[in-house]
């Protein structure tokens, strides 16, 4: 599994790539592999604030839909709308093309709840 080593991430398989009071949200390698192909992902909180570990959207695969939690508070600000027409970028490129969300980060301080790399290696490995 790839685990790239400038991002953060949650116990329920979410990356964060933090820039300032700003960050980039997606699904890790795990959870894309996990899911399967997906075939649609929605989005309907651009302009809402959502805390901490609440929902934010859904990822769709053939065999599953599974919710997508925020990894710190934070207001969505952009949704990639390249997932509309193309959701397997979510399979081919989750750390690049297939980011979910831009987000405006509230409280910076909630990424030291956030695993490293190294801790999401071993979350994964079991």
């Known amino acids: 599994m790839n685990i790239p080593g400038n991002l953060l991430y949650t116990n329920d398989h979410e990356w964060i790539l933090v820039n300032g009071d700003e960050g980039v949200v997606g699904v890790t390698d795990f959870a894309q592999h996990e899911l399967g192909d997906i075939v649609f992902i929605e989005v309907d ?8 570990a609440e929902t934010f959207g859904t990822i769709e695969a053939v065999k599953t839909v599974s919710d ?9 600000v952009e ?12 399979n081919t490129d989750p750390y690049g093309e297939g980011w979910i969300v831009k987000i405006k980060i509230k409280d910076a301080s909630q990424t030291g709840d956030l695993l490293s790399p190294e801790a999401y290696a071993k979350l ?3």
């Open 124 to 126: 994964i490995e079991g």
């Open 79 to 90: 949704f990639n709308e390249a997932l509309v027409s193309n959701p397997e970028l979510v």
């Open 68 to 76: 997508m939690l925020m990894p710190v508070d934070g207001e969505i």
């Open 45 to 52: 909180t651009v302009g809402e604030t959502i805390a901490m």
